[in-house]
């Protein structure tokens, strides 16, 4: 079956700007997580959905990041006026949820702030 | 909160030796710990991973070992191949936190012919 799947797959902005990153978890995964990534680091955790609920977000660096999953199926991720330091990899991962299920990963979004 | 470190950062070996990570975690709760293999520009992907009721798992050329009373675990490669070179990811967890897991810092893995 299909994978994580995340778009777009690189986004320019310049600083200031507004982003949506979007993510379709694998069907049927509860659980939904955002993790960025800089480059030459271990992905750092955002935020957590099970469902529609966003359960845990204490990894959001600032109320310029928002996330949703008003569904329980696909997710977003906005960041609101973008800064040079919001330059990384965003991924999205999901699992079935409960217990201690793998997490499956997307291939991320690179976002460059110029 | 937890926190995973990991070493080395980089790890040369020649094709057919072996290369060995190792981690360590601070939160005494954690109970999930699985490995992620990188390749350059591509997604993070499970390999193997362990849970705290068992010291040792094995498949095929990879194993990792848990050590809970010292708070570290280790990948172990044998025999390794060129296809091995990636940046590797160790992570910790704990169901109750949503098994949202904190990676350490990776180790990047050159496997010379």
């Known amino acids: 079956g299909a994978g994580v799947s995340q778009s777009p797959r690189y986004k320019v902005a310049k600083r200031g700007q507004d982003v949506a990153l979007r993510c379709d978890p694998i069907s049927g995964h509860v659980s939904l997580f955002w993790y960025q990534q800089a480059l030459g680091q271990g992905p750092e955790f955002l935020t957590y959905?099970?469902?529609?609920?966003?359960?845990?977000k204490s990894g959001l660096p600032s109320d310029r990041f928002f996330a949703e999953r008003p569904e329980g199926s696909v997710s977003t991720l906005k960041i609101q006026r973008t800064q040079q330091e919001d330059s990384a990899v965003y991924l999205c991962?999901?699992?079935?949820?409960?217990?201690?299920?793998?997490?499956?990963f997307g291939n991320g979004t690179r976002l460059t702030v110029t | 909160g937890e926190n995973v470190e990991q070493h080395p950062s980089t790890l040369s070996v020649q094709e057919g030796d072996s290369a060995v990570i190792k981690c360590t975690y601070s939160d005494s709760a954690s109970n999930y710990f699985p490995w992620y293999k990188q390749e350059l520009g591509k997604r993070p992907q499970l390999i193997i991973d362990i849970r705290s009721n068992v010291g040792e798992k094995k498949d095929q050329r990879i194993a990792v070992t848990l050590n809970k009373t010292a708070k570290h675990f280790s990948l172990h490669i044998t025999e390794t191949q060129p296809e091995d070179s990636a940046v590797y990811f160790c992570a910790a967890s704990r169901r109750a936190a949503g098994n949202k897991l904190t990676f350490g810092g990776g180790t990047r893995v050159l496997v010379k012919p």
């Open positions: 959905f099970q469902n529609e609920a966003q359960l845990d």
């Open positions: 991962a999901s699992s079935l949820g409960g217990g201690n299920s793998p997490l499956h």
